[in-house]
């Protein structure tokens, strides 16, 4: 089973607005990544946030964690077309090392021109 | 591009039959994990390889078996293959040593079992 469950799973926006996504998982995490995918290929990887921090920007990406709720939120702002993909969390956790890395079900992107 | 190649990128095989998909980890890398994706899905994690050792397994038979060589590269095996292991299967490689530390994916392989 997935521990990272994320809402919402589909997601469709115009070009220019923000995107919102939600990530939730169980146990006591070391960090909580977040992916990207294009069209079913490899994963890229976003950002990473340690278990001790409660946000991070990189970019236009903005990543929230809040561990006494075991959630954390991916805010892409000012979206383009090439943004279209599915985003996916990840969780390692404690207890396990880099790279087992457990994944939510993915949230699917659209950003219509 | 992340370094990190597979092959092949398809792969057609027959219910029953035994695969070998090939992963080149980016250099300086010696952790190699490997992936299953079923369509429509998150990524679960299969096992992991440092140091030509299986040090950690997911939720997967044992006929999900693999190898890592002294240069890193890694191979993922499949035997007595079933229609439910049709699926997109990713490998990525990362340092070792810390838990903070970002998976660099390849492109994948897509199985199709029929």
């Known amino acids: 089973s997935q521990q990272g469950e994320e809402d919402p799973q589909a997601l469709s926006i115009q070009e220019g607005e923000n995107a919102t996504m939600n990530c939730s998982y169980k146990?006591?995490?070391?960090?909580l990544q977040w992916y990207r995918q294009n069209s079913g290929r490899g994963l890229v990887h976003l950002i990473l946030i340690r278990s001790n921090e409660r946000e991070k920007h990189s970019g236009r990406l903005r990543v929230t964690l809040d561990t006494s709720k075991k959630s954390s939120s991916l805010l892409i702002t000012a979206s383009r077309a090439a943004d279209t993909a599915s985003y996916f969390c990840a969780i390692l956790e404690v207890g396990y090392a880099g790279n087992m890395l457990t994944f939510g079900g993915g949230t699917r992107l659209m950003v219509k021109p | 591009e992340t370094g990190v190649t597979q092959s092949p990128t398809h792969l057609i095989k027959t219910r029953g039959q035994q695969v070998t998909l090939r992963c080149s980890s980016q250099?300086?890398?010696?952790?190699v994990s490997w992936y299953q994706q079923a369509l429509g899905q998150g990524p679960q994690f299969i096992f992991q390889?440092?140091?030509?050792?299986?040090?950690g397994r997911g939720n997967f038979p044992p006929r999900f078996s693999g190898l890592q060589f002294p240069n890193y590269s890694s191979e993922l095996n499949v035997n007595a293959l079933e229609l439910d292991d049709s699926a997109l299967y990713l490998c990525?490689?990362?340092?070792?040593?810390?838990?903070?530390?970002?998976?660099?994916f390849g492109q994948g392989t897509r199985l199709t079992v029929v």
């Open positions: 146990t006591s995490i070391n960090n």
């Open positions: 250099s300086g890398h010696n952790t």
């Open positions: 390889y440092y140091r030509e050792e299986e040090n």
């Open positions: 990525a490689s990362s340092l070792p040593g810390t838990v903070d530390t970002e998976a660099f």
